[in-house]
């Protein structure tokens, strides 16, 4: 307590706070850039290690193989869909049954807030068909899942395929202690909420669909799995879920170790491992691997079916074949023998999976960075904001003292003046605060409501007709008359806008933080870009550099970045026509993934983000 | 929600009365010369005086956790209407009335025991009884206001016995609150201590918890003898910190009195960061219990964390009231602007 109550410190570190405020602020964020670069560099990202004792070694002797009977399943499920239109239900229930697993299917419809350009219609049907392998001598009160999307065309006919062999191999086995639910969900994302949701009996989303048949207990993990190739060069994993929530690194450490006992080259982000760490190629590499990461945690959506089994604290990833122009190519066998290797480790486990970390960024597949080693990044981010706030406040509270000082002087009269004028209440920040919390619910609300009247009235369809609309109010918001505050006595004043910015300070420092708990890259993606600018925006000075600087770091424009930089990392690079379309598919999946899974990126962009920064823009438009 | 709004009403008739009790006595002290010459900015004002049992009441009402608790349907709400009863019954200065809602209070939870000091301290200013150990109206009076208190909570108790049939209860409320069995996580800082701790030491360690609570009213009755009402408030506060389940409701009926202390914001140090800290763990506490128990990212660690910087706000700001009416009271009798024997400026400095 000694700094803060002994009075001499206080002095000396507000006149600090004072004095020294930008270029304390300057180097906050570059340390918080430098610290969150830094993190790519492999000597500070420790190797990953298998934490769960039940999952210790790898001494299991694989013996699937079963690959050709793979492709011919695969085969006969490419024509049987073909000649279905979808999945085709009869033929795969037949074939489960036949080989031993107990079949249910489960009929699901959606009915979506707007048909977007994939759907293009309104009413989504589906059927998800699963088959449960019972344990022979377990209890079935824990299960594992294997489940394989139903996609259209060519796409995952493989990975069906290879379910089907699995199942009749481990139908022999007697090792089991946990029952096995082997999926094929069809529409991707919204079957597997279907599903998830009758399983355990919710209703988190407005889905419809019949009731769970059969069950198996709770779902200790999950694997989802997709093959489109006959032979693959490669294995990836994907390990983000909805709102950026991860599963346990665990079962990533798992599905690395076993594609290195299979001698499978196992990837993530699409990017191989490289063996030097030392040299900046590397370095780049480790970057890159680690931004497009952190990109898509922060876009909050599921990279992969395995993204809504999180929720449910179920722990689950997404391994996908590919099939590049490499040289050396693995065929199903071992494709197999690693699943199933995969899945005799996770039947060993005694409890859920949470001895491992579940907040970790990785810029390769052997490491990782935790929780503890990424948030002080975030942490200096914030500081700069806490900085500005408390200089803002120091400044307020010198404005108060001065007419009190003018009273002892006995000048009274003037000191009443002066304290009349200098002091508008907070009255006057009411109005900017409504308009712009309303112009963010505006945002929120009207774009899926009014796409019917929009659509009557414009040739467009209808989720060009919300995409489009959305776009229209956040550049309205812009436009708005924020001057009413003109209208109030006592303002246009010094005060008025330090009190706002003040508060708008404090209100984008509580809401980043906030989001950086729950979703760490958006968190950091939005205080990278946002932060500097708003310390450093105010009505004096260059005001149309403050504006273009504004404008930039607007939560759209990083959208349309955050594309652009993605894009580049993938090594696929697009011109900027192709962003905007991007761009505009973007906005209508995040609405989507908003109404259709939950997630809350849309909600909190809209309602509380750009809200500050329409404050920001009215501190910078205030005389 | 109608207990809310009773709550509001006593606690308007209550400072109301209270102003008046303080600006008399302020007069008073102006004419026996016992302030210094120099503090005419610290003297308090009826014109800004007037509208604060509006705030108080306000203070209240529009309190977010007070809003919280209504919607939560928490009995918090008839605590609080109680105590505030207890404070209108104290300050208009009717023993009777204030000893029976205090053995209420105290029926209900056990702690405002705590405040039979400051409402004794209060009723014998307001006989004009000196607290000398040696008075013997000072016993007097104790003894007949004990009395009212002891025989009040006798008869409610007893009265519940007859309703109930069974001495059953008296396990069930006063057991509980004082053994915390039930370790559910709350915003208070028992759960995690408990959880954590081995069975042998637990008998121990819930004694230390539970005297921490009680022990703070003999140190404040010492010192704040001058200043019952100050010392209720920082004794509501201290209640509603340490007690083995607090809720917001609680912090809610502490924070209404704020606005009577107004006068001393010249002299909070460090009411910016304290607020900031309070509305942001305020805020992370529902984010980290869905991160802890919906989502089975986080664990009770991170939740605890912000249970101790929350309380830990909570003690920085009452501690800091505190200090900020010691140095008001110092500076009236001693003069606002302090000078060393040399004539240089001095400042005042908390050891």
Same mark, same amino acid.
């Given at each position: 307590m000694g700094l803060l109550s002994d009075p001499y410190r206080r002095r000396a570190l507000s006149r600090l706070v004072l004095r020294l405020n930008t270029p304390l602020c300057l180097l906050s964020y570059a340390a918080g850039l430098g610290w969150f670069l830094a993190l790519a560099f492999p000597p500070v990202a420790p190797r990953t290690y298998m934490s769960e004792n039940a999952m210790g070694s790898t001494m299991v002797e694989e013996q699937f193989a079963y690959g050709e009977r793979a492709l011919s399943y695969a085969?006969?499920?490419?024509?049987?869909?073909?000649?279905?239109?979808?999945? &085709?239900? %009869?033929?795969?229930?037949? =074939?489960?049954? $036949? /080989? *031993?697993?107990?079949?249910?299917?489960? &009929? !699901?419809?959606? =009915? #979506? &807030? !707007?048909?977007?350009? =994939?759907?293009?219609?309104?009413?989504?049907? *589906? =059927? $998800?068909?699963?088959?449960?392998l019972r344990a022979p001598r377990a209890a079935s009160t824990e299960s594992l899942v294997l489940s394989v999307p139903c996609s259209e065309g060519q796409h995952n006919n493989q990975a069906v395929g290879l379910m089907l062999a699995l199942a009749s191999y481990f139908r022999g086995q007697i090792y089991w202690a946990k029952d096995i639910i082997f999926l094929v969900n069809e529409h991707d994302l919204l079957g597997m909420e279907a599903w998830l949701e009758a399983y355990h009996d919710v209703n988190i989303t407005e889905m419809q669909s019949s009731g769970m048949l059969g069950r198996a207990g709770a779902i200790q993990a999950a694997v989802s799995l997709e093959l489109s190739s006959d032979v693959v060069t490669s294995f990836d994993v994907a390990v983000e879920g909805l709102n950026g929530q991860l599963p346990n690194l665990d079962l990533v450490n798992l599905f690395h170790a076993f594609c290195q006992k299979n001698g499978l080259l196992c990837t993530i982000q699409g990017k191989l491992q490289r063996s030097d760490w030392d040299t900046l190629p590397a370095y780049a590499h480790s970057l890159q691997t680690l931004l497009l990461m952190v990109l898509k945690q922060g876009s909050g959506r599921p990279q992969g079916d395995h993204g809504l089994f999180l929720r449910y604290h179920i722990e689950a990833i997404t391994v996908r074949g590919i099939n590049s122009f490499r040289q050396y190519k693995y065929d199903m066998s071992t494709v197999g023998k690693t699943l199933e290797g995969m899945f005799r480790k996770l039947n060993n486990l005694l409890e859920r999976l949470h001895q491992s970390y579940f907040f970790y960024l990785l810029p390769s597949l052997s490491r990782f960075v935790s929780i503890g080693v990424y948030m002080p990044a975030f942490g200096f981010l914030i500081l700069i904001l806490v900085l500005k706030a408390l200089d803002l406040w120091m400044k307020l509270s010198k404005c108060d003292a001065s007419p009190v000082e003018r009273l002892w002087d006995g000048d009274q009269a003037a000191a009443h003046g002066a304290a009349e004028e200098s002091r508008p209440g907070l009255l006057t920040l009411v109005p900017p605060l409504l308009i712009c919390h309303a112009t963010g619910l505006t945002l929120y609300f009207l774009p899926v409501l009014g796409q019917h009247v929009a659509t009557q009235h414009f040739p467009v369809s209808e989720s060009e007709a919300v995409v489009l609309t959305v776009i229209a109010i956040y550049v309205a918001g812009l436009a708005l008359p924020h001057n009413t505050h003109r209208v109030l006595t006592g303002s246009g004043s010094d005060r008025g806008w330090m009190t706002l910015k003040l508060l708008a300070l404090l209100y984008l420092a509580m809401q980043l933080g906030c989001v950086a708990l729950v979703n760490f890259s958006l968190g950091f993606l939005l205080a990278a870009t946002m932060v500097p600018v708003a310390a450093a925006v105010q009505p004096t000075g260059p005001k149309y550099l403050y504006a273009v600087l504004l404008v930039l770091v607007t939560p759209a424009v990083t959208l349309l970045l955050g594309i652009f930089l993605y894009q580049e990392l993938i090594e696929y690079p697009v011109s900027v026509l192709?962003?905007?379309?991007? !761009?505009?598919? %973007?906005?209508?999946? *995040?609405? /989507?993934?908003?109404?259709?899974?939950?997630?809350?990126?849309? &909600?909190?962009? %809209?309602? !509380?983000?750009?809200?500050?920064?329409? #404050?920001?823009w009215n501190v910078l438009f205030w005389k | 929600m109608i207990t809310d709004v009773l709550t509001a009403i006593a606690l308007y008739l209550a400072i109301q009365d209270f102003n008046k009790v303080v600006f008399k006595k302020q007069k008073l002290l102006i004419e026996l010369d016992k302030y210094a010459p120099d503090v005419a900015e610290l003297i308090r004002t009826p014109m800004e005086m007037h509208y604060i049992p509006l705030k108080v009441a306000l203070f209240y009402l529009l309190n977010p956790y007070t809003v919280m608790s209504c919607v939560a349907k928490s009995t918090c709400t008839i605590n609080n209407t109680v105590i505030a009863f207890f404070i209108l019954a104290t300050i208009k200065g009717s023993a009777f009335l204030s000893a029976v809602f205090l053995a209420l209070a105290t029926y209900q939870s056990l702690y405002p025991l705590t405040l039979f000091a400051p409402a004794l301290l209060y009723l014998l200013q307001r006989q004009f009884i000196p607290v000398k150990l040696k008075s013997k109206s000072f016993w007097l009076y104790t003894m007949q206001y004990a009395a009212l208190y002891l025989c009040s909570l006798v008869v409610i108790i007893c009265l519940s016995f007859f309703l109930l049939n069974s001495w059953d209860f008296i396990p069930s409320v006063y057991g509980f609150i004082l053994s915390v069995p039930d370790l559910t996580p709350n915003i208070g800082l028992f759960w995690y201590f408990f959880a954590e701790m081995f069975e042998h030491f637990s008998l121990f360690f819930v004694c230390v918890f539970q005297i921490n609570v009680f022990f703070y009213t003999i140190p404040l009755a010492v010192k704040l003898k001058e200043h019952p009402v100050f010392f209720m408030f920082i004794q509501i506060a201290i209640i509603s910190i340490f007690k083995s389940y607090p809720t917001v409701g609680d912090i809610a009926l502490y924070m209404a009195f704020l606005p009577v202390w107004s006068h001393l914001y010249r002299f909070l140090r460090n009411i910016f960061i304290l607020s900031c800290v309070l509305i942001v763990c305020s805020l992370l506490f529902p984010v980290l219990w869905h991160l802890w128990i919906y989502a089975g990212s986080a664990n009770s660690n991170f939740y605890y964390a912000i249970t101790l910087t929350f309380n830990i706000g909570q003690i920085l700001l009452i501690s800091d009231y505190f200090y900020a009416f010691l140095r008001r009271e110092y500076y009236l009798t001693h003069g606002l602007y302090l000078t060393r024997q040399d004539g240089t400026e001095a400042m005042l400095v908390l050891k």
């Open positions: 085969r006969e499920f490419a024509g049987h869909k073909k000649k279905a239109g979808g999945l &085709p239900v %009869a033929w795969l229930e037949k =074939t489960m049954w $036949n /080989l *031993g697993l107990e079949v249910y299917k489960q &009929p !699901f419809s959606r =009915t #979506l &807030p !707007f048909p977007d350009e =994939t759907r293009e219609r309104y009413m989504v049907k *589906g =059927t $998800n068909v699963y088959g449960i192709e962003c905007w379309q991007l !761009f505009l598919q %973007a906005v209508a999946e *995040g609405l /989507l993934d908003h109404y259709l899974y939950g997630s809350i990126v849309f &909600p909190f962009v %809209a309602i !509380f983000v750009y809200p500050c920064w329409l #404050l920001l | -």
